[in-house]
């Protein structure tokens, strides 16, 4: 099983530029969602997908866009990269709603520069 | 709402010396708990939850975790860590609501020395 996977590990952006962090999933999960990672503030979210055709957003979706069209399928475009972005994103997925107490599984983060 | 503190953002130990790990939640729902391991350059594996029944849960790698309702605590601990224990540590409860996601802490960064 490939799980949750993330493209690509690594990017460096030039302030302004766009980019699209692909995230896809196999395991027929409903929910995913997109997280930031910051030193010494944990895991943020920052837009999530209850199902195909549906998205919301998080703790810190500004700057940030993001689509739903498959189950499988759950990219986020950086509109104009800011310094401010400089993060490790990471994309996770589930098979439900977790207060009934299913895990999440975790992409393995796209570690992204701007300059 | 649903909140998580962990009280130690850095935790430095021997190898083979025992560690505990805190963590305090607030939750308004249904207390699930989790605990993810964050190994270098890596993403995040779970290495335990709670959902109800015992208070002391048993995960991977040798860890554990007791949940506390009166002093709404989930504390993780080994009793003996080892140099591949290096990793930084997160608690999280799910975000209220119909959401598949986590509201996590800061985590801890558990450092062990030779």
């Known amino acids: 099983n490939a799980g949750v996977t993330q493209t690509p590990k690594f990017q460096v952006l030039k302030t302004g530029q766009s980019m699209t962090l692909q995230c896809a999933q196999d395991?027929?999960?409903?929910?995913m969602s997109w997280y930031r990672q910051d030193p010494g503030m944990g895991l943020r979210l920052i837009h999530y997908?209850?199902?195909?055709?549906?998205?919301d957003q998080g703790e810190v979706p500004n700057g940030y866009n993001v689509s739903r069209s498959t189950t499988e399928d759950f990219p986020l475009r950086l509109l104009s990269a800011a310094p401010s972005q400089t993060s490790v994103y990471f994309c996770?997925?589930?098979?439900?709603?977790?207060?009934?107490?299913?895990?999440?599984?975790f992409g393995q983060g796209t570690r992204l520069t701007v300059v | 709402a649903q909140s998580v503190t962990q009280l130690d953002s850095q935790v430095p130990v021997f190898e083979e010396a025992p560690v505990e790990l805190r963590c305090n939640y607030s939750?308004?729902?249904?207390?699930?708990l989790f605990w993810y391991v964050q190994y270098p350059n890596q993403g995040l594996q779970l290495l335990l939850k709670?959902?109800?029944?015992?208070?002391l849960v048993k995960g991977i790698n040798g860890f554990e975790a007791e949940f506390n309702k009166s002093q709404t605590s989930f504390h993780l601990r080994k009793p003996s860590v080892h140099i591949s224990d290096t990793a930084e540590y997160f608690c999280?409860?799910?975000?209220?609501?119909?959401?598949?996601?986590?509201?996590f802490g800061k985590g801890t960064k558990l450092s062990v020395k030779p």
């Open positions: 996770a997925s589930s098979y439900g709603v977790l207060l009934e107490g299913t895990e999440a599984f």
């Open positions: 395991m027929n999960h409903e929910y």
């Open positions: 997908s209850v199902g195909a055709g549906i998205t």
């Open positions: 939750s308004s729902v249904s207390v699930y």
């Open positions: 709670y959902l109800s029944g015992s208070t």
């Open positions: 999280a409860v799910p975000r209220g609501g119909s959401q598949g996601n986590l509201i």
